[in-house]
């Protein structure tokens, strides 16, 4: 019996990620989970591809999806430059007409752990089972 199983996906740098995110999501059984997985996995792939890849059609998403027996765990890897310590903000903009800054709030609200890679390009996100 295997402890773990990863898969690897690699995809377009596009903002079209529905059926990107079934497939990514597959693991995930009960309903009200699925939906939370599925929001901030949705934002984490938008973030890539808007703010890591600046929506260049030319680039792509790594996506290593990992199963242990107590986990599931996404790490998602754009081809940017990186966002910054300082930046890495998971509160929510002060104005509420602000057009970005809610991404990496929801990001945090819907995973139990959230971790970047030094460079900054790489976002782990994990759900208990």
Do not use: Y
Request: overall charge positive; hydrophobic content about 40%; charged content about 25%.
């Amino acid at each position: 019996m295997r402890l773990f199983r990863w898969t690897e996906f690699v995809i377009p740098s596009s903002l079209n990620l529905r059926l990107n995110l079934k497939l990514l999501i597959e693991p995930v059984k009960p309903k009200k989970t699925r939906e939370r997985i599925e929001l901030g996995l949705h934002e984490a792939l938008v973030n890539a591809v808007v703010h890591g890849n600046s929506n260049s059609p030319g680039k792509f998403i790594r996506i290593r999806r990992i199963i242990t027996p107590n986990w599931l765990i996404w790490q998602i890897q754009d081809q940017g430059d990186g966002i910054k310590l300082s930046k890495r903000s998971f509160s929510l903009p002060s104005e509420l007409e602000a057009e970005n800054g809610r991404g990496l709030f929801l990001i945090q609200e819907c995973f139990d752990d959230v971790r970047w890679s030094s460079k900054g390009n790489r976002l782990q996100i994990a759900c208990r089972r």
